[in-house]
Every structure is written in structure tokens, then in C-alpha cells.
């Protein structure tokens, strides 16, 4: 009786204690968890996956092909006719005067300015040959992948001559509204709109924003204010080869000699 | 040297793992799991590259990604699936669609969520909340403030995930858009000090909402050699306080193993980016044990080691 008494008594110390003692860690938790983070990272372990296809989920390829089927009707577009190959060359090359015309044009029609000298840096041309025959809205994604901006800028003689030994020097970019020698890699007879360069006079170019942002080592354009309207050279190109269409005509586009090297 | 040093680490990490897993049966509750799988740069390929016979040909593509997401999410109890922005842009799919099919096949992904790249605002910071209308995940950015723009209210600065007993904090971070940017195309959007919101965003993440880890989302670039003082992941993290996590995007930069640096407070940032186009998905297995310091702002390390198949 005695036994049993103490040990009720005994239970029922315990019971209040752990009562206290819960009450005491849950607000204790309680309050380490609104204050402080309760794990700590202390080892990683990394991976990379290589997407290789061996196995799909093919409920993606149900979803995408409404899409891909249109972009490939899209990508196929005949969007104008070749007359004959171009070609991707230096000084001067037909694929090259083509998208320099392109880029003067449209910038001219985008902007609603009369443009003086359009460029087109050599590196950016991603086909070496473009064959007669028509001409697809897909080729011209391969012609010009990425997404470059006709933009505007203004500048002096003197500062657009500093530009064209750049060209110069990198042995002769497409233009479209000027013509010039190469001579120890510096610009000579420089002639817009068939006029000698005069180095006080502002002219209006048209470049890719990634030459205008000094891209391909044109440093000295970087500093200049750019127009920009966010038009695209590939939409430019699209634009431009399907003006041709719409004249019922083929393109043509022969050397002029719009940038030689001098004898 | 400093791989040699990353494998002895890794080898005791292993053994130990190993000898734990041998003697303790049951789960242990003090030890956590979190595995991170993350994309970047993926720029709208959502079928694999053609077979042409170029050097990517039959890499990539939404369908395989989610066939292994699938697989390793069967695998895990705790995952997070992070993309760090440029979702947009670089195949036909976005001049046609202007990057729905993008977002929807990352919504049928199970994105946790993503931050902002600068060629997402390609199609116009309209084009991109119209888009935002099929995802099923949060845009997280900490550092552009879209008041009086159409992607107003789209975004939210951070998202705190809970899995397991474990509170993860994920916030996102935009690189500056202009000359990146065409001008018309960002608008009225004002680029933040990325250093400083994250630092804000983060010790409020630890401090305040007692998240157990910190990530952010990076559009920054990893580094930029030729202007080496251009704010980058590699800066960022330095400069970071309360950050264990950068999932870098925009250099395109295929890291061979994840970066560690070391932050303002000593402590250890890990840094990973998995290229672009989704030629890889990345994954992180982090393992966390109970936080047992009594003054949590100390300096923090974390071992790193190549997963085992």
C-alpha cells in the first residue's frame, strides 16, 4: 500500500515534469526555428547529365510536333530566287554586297532616314556559299543565327574613317554606299554617295549592334550613340530578299568593286 | 593539387557515409537530403540540335531532360529543379511562338522556378508576362524593379521552398540590361545593385525566415575576362553574405566541376553553370546534418566531391 502510494506519487511527479520539460522544448524549438536555421549543408556531391537521347519521354514529343511541324512549314518557306551562287569573299563578295544592301536599305525604311554607309562585319556571315535556286526563311536563319540588330549611328569623317581602316585592316567587310581601296590596310579613295570622305561632315551608318557595340575589335564605335529600335538584321534580310518576290524578280548581285586592294 | 585535395575529402566522406549507412538502420532525422538539378542558357531548344553532323548534333531536347528528371525524381524523396534564365531565343520555335512552348514544356518539367536572362525580354517585357500566363513556377528576381511596366507584379523577389525539414530560400538575380538590351525593349525597368540586394535578400532569407540554405539564381555571367571588374558570379560570391548556392547563367560556361569561394564572412559559396541549350542537365546532392553552432554567422565550409554513378 505504502509501495504503491509512493510510486503513484513518484508517476505523477514525472508526469508533471515532463509536462514542464515539453512545454520548456517546444518553446525552445519553437524559438530556434523563428531565428535561426535548424541544418546546415556540409557536403554536396555533382553530376552532370549529358542530354544524349537515349531515352525520351514521348508525351514531349506529342506536345512539341503541332509546334515543330509549323516551324518546319515555316522554315521552309520559299521566301525568294537566286539567279546564281553567292559567294562569302574577300575584299568583296556577292553574298556579302547583298546583306550590306539589305542592312542599308531596311535601315533606311525603319528608320525613315537616309542612310550614307551600311557594314556588315565579315565574321558574321554564316555561310560560305549560297546556292542558286530558292532561297528559304531557314537558309537565312543559317545565314544569320543570331539575333543582331540594324542600329544607327552618327559620326564624323574622321571617326568613320578610323572605322573603315578597321575594316581595312581585317582585309575588307561587305559595305553597301561606299566604295574604297585597301592600301597597307588602311582606307583609301574613300567615296559615299560617289563623293571623296570629308572628315568634318556627319554621316548616318548602319551597322549590327554587335559591331556598333565595338564587337569584332571596333572599339572605336563603342563610344557613339546608337538608334535602336530593337529590328532585326534577319528579319532585314527576310524583308529585303522578299521585295525581289514581290517584283516578280530573282535576285541578282554582281562585284562592283566596292572595296579593292590597290595595285 | 586542389583536385587531390577535393578527392581525399571526398574519399573520407564517402568511407563515413558508408560506415553510417552501416550502423545506423533506421533514417536519421538529423541527416537531410536535397538534391538540385538546374539548367541555364537553354535558348528555346526544345527539340535535340539536327543531325547535320555538327558537334551537338542529337544533344538536348525537352523530351530526354524529362525522361531524366522523371528518373531521378522516382530515385529521391527532396528535389528542386532551378533554371537560371534565357529561356528565350536561338531557334525558330521563339520567332514563331515567342516562347510559349518553352514555358509550357518547363511547367510540364515541374520547375520549382527560374530567374529572368536578358533575351528573355526578346519578345518585349509584354510578350514575356503574356508567356508567364502557362507557367506553373515563380519568375525570382531580387534586382530589377518593374513598377510601371508590364511585368509589374509577375515577378516575386524570393520563394522559400519546404522539403523535408528543410527550408530552402531561392531568390534570382538580372544582369544589367543596358547596352545589352535594346533600349525599347526593357522600358521603364530599373536595374538594382545586385550585390547588395542579394546580400539583403539573403540575410533576411537566414536571418529572418531561418532558411536552412540560401540559393540564388544568377544571370550575372560566371566572369568576364577582358573586363575583369564587371560585377559576375565570381564577384558576387565573395562579396555575398548568408549565400550558399549561385546557379550561374548567360557566359555559356561549361564548368567542369561546381566552384567554391569564399564569402565576405569566410564562409564557403558554391558556384555551378551547366553551358547552355540544354546540353546538360546539373545536379547538386547536398547533404545537410543539424545546425548545432549557437552563433550561426561563423564561418561555414562544405566538402565537394563527384557523384558516384
Known sequence: MWLQKRVTFKGYITVMNKTILKLFFSTGILFIVSCKPAFKSTSVQYKDYKIDNATVDTSYTSFLRPYADSVNRSMNMVIATLAADLEKKQPEGTLGNLMADAMKAMAEKYYNTKVDAAFVNYGGIRLPVVKAGVITKGKIFELMPFD???????MNGKLLKEFLDHVASRGGWPVSGITMEIKNKKAENVLINGKPLDLSTTYTIANSDYVANGGDMSNMLRAVPQINNGYLFRDALIEYFASFTKAGKQITITIENRVTNAQ | ?????????????????????????????????????????????????????????????????????????????????????????????????????????????????????????????????????????????????????????????????????????????????????????????????????????????????????????????????????????????KESEYVDLIIGGHTHTFLDEPVLVKNRLGSDVLINQVGWAGLQLGRLDFEFSKEKRKNFSGAKTISVGKKSL
Open chain 2, 1 to 237: 593539387m586542389l583536385n587531390r585535395r577535393k578527392f581525399i575529402q571526398q574519399s573520407a566522406f564517402t568511407a563515413g557515409a558508408m560506415l553510417a549507412s552501416k550502423w545506423s538502420m533506421a533514417e536519421d532525422a538529423s541527416v537531410q537530403k536535397l538534391v538540385i538539378l538546374h539548367t541555364n542558357d537553354v535558348h528555346s531548344r526544345l527539340e535535340p540540335f539536327p543531325m547535320d553532323g555538327s558537334r551537338n548534333q542529337g544533344l538536348g531536347g525537352v523530351a530526354a531532360r524529362a525522361k531524366l528528371i522523371e528518373e531521378i525524381r522516382a530515385a529521391e524523396e527532396q528535389v528542386l529543379l532551378l533554371d537560371a534564365g534565357d529561356i528565350f531565343q536561338g531557334t525558330p520555335f521563339f520567332n514563331l511562338y515567342k516562347g510559349e512552348p518553352e514555358i509550357k514544356a518547363m511547367s510540364m518539367m515541374g520547375y520549382d522556378a527560374c530567374t529572368m536572362g536578358n533575351h528573355d525580354f526578346d519578345g518585349g517585357l509584354e510578350n514575356f508576362a503574356t508567356q508567364l500566363n502557362h507557367a506553373k513556377f515563380p519568375v525570382l528576381l531580387c534586382n530589377y524593379d518593374f513598377t510601371n511596366t508590364a511585368m509589374e507584379h509577375k515577378t516575386v523577389p524570393y520563394k522559400i521552398f519546404k522539403k523535408g525539414k528543410l527550408k530552402i530560400g531561392v531568390t534570382g538575380l538580372g544582369i544589367e540590361m543596358k547596352g545589352l538590351v535594346p533600349d525599347n525593349l526593357f522600358g521603364n525597368t530599373v536595374y538594382l545593385d545586385p550585390i547588395q540586394k542579394l546580400n539583403e535578400t539573403a540575410s533576411m532569407l537566414k536571418k529572418d525566415k531561418a532558411c536552412d540554405m540560401v540559393i540564388c539564381l544568377s544571370h550575372l555571367g560566371y566572369q568576364f575576362k577582358e573586363d575583369p571588374n564587371k560585377v559576375s558570379d565570381l564577384i558576387l560570391a
Open chain 1, 148 to 154: 543582331n540588330i540594324v542600329v544607327l549611328q552618327k
